[in-house]
C-alpha cells in the first residue's frame, strides 16, 4: 500500500513538472509569435514620384476605408445571426424558464478591419514611385 502512494506522488510531482514545462514552453512561443514590424518611409526624390506616392496614400486610404465596411458588414450579419438565434430559441421554448435560458448575444461580433492587404500594396506602390521603404523588426 505504501509503495502505491510514492509511485502516485511520484506521477503526481512528474505531472506537475511536465504542467510547468509545458506552460513555459507555450510563454516562450507566445513571446515568439509577438514580433511585430515598424516601417520607415522616405519619400521619392523627383516631384514626379512625390505625386505618384501621394496617389498612392488616396488609394491606401480608399483600401481602408473599404476594410472598414467589410468589418462593419460582419458585425451587422452577426448581430443578424445573434437575434435569429434568440428568437428561435424563444420560439422553441415550452416554459418562461425555458426563454430566460436563451442568450440574446450567443456570439461575440467584433469590429476588426484587416488592413494589411491596404499596407502591403500601399509600401509596394511607395516603392514603385522611388521611394523608399526601410523596415525594422522589433522583437
Request: glycine share 2%; charged share 15%; hydrophobic share 30%.
Given at each position: ?32 509569435s ?14 514626379s514620384g512625390?505625386?505618384?506616392a ?7 486610404q ?23 438565434s ?13 426563454v ?8 461575440y ?7 494589411w ?17 526601410k523596415v525594422?523588426?522589433?522583437?
Amino acid at each position: 500500500m505504501c509503495n502505491n502512494n510514492i509511485y502516485i506522488d511520484n506521477m503526481l510531482t512528474k505531472m506537475s513538472a511536465i504542467k510547468k514545462i509545458v506552460l513555459c514552453a507555450a510563454a516562450v512561443l507566445g513571446l515568439a509569435s509577438c514580433t511585430t514590424y515598424r516601417y520607415e518611409y522616405i519619400a521619392p526624390p523627383t516631384e514626379s514620384g512625390k505625386t505618384c506616392a501621394a496617389q498612392c496614400m488616396t488609394t491606401k486610404q480608399v483600401c481602408y476605408n473599404a476594410m472598414n465596411l467589410q468589418a462593419q458588414n460582419s458585425v451587422n450579419i452577426c448581430h443578424q445571426q445573434n437575434n435569429f438565434s434568440y428568437h428561435a430559441c424563444v420560439n422553441r421554448a415550452q416554459s418562461h424558464d425555458d426563454v430566460k435560458k436563451c442568450n440574446p448575444n450567443p456570439q461575440y461580433c467584433p469590429a476588426n478591419p484587416n488592413y494589411w492587404q491596404c499596407d502591403e500594396s500601399y509600401r509596394q506602390c511607395f516603392s514603385a514611385c522611388g521611394g523608399t521603404v526601410k523596415v525594422y523588426k522589433n522583437e
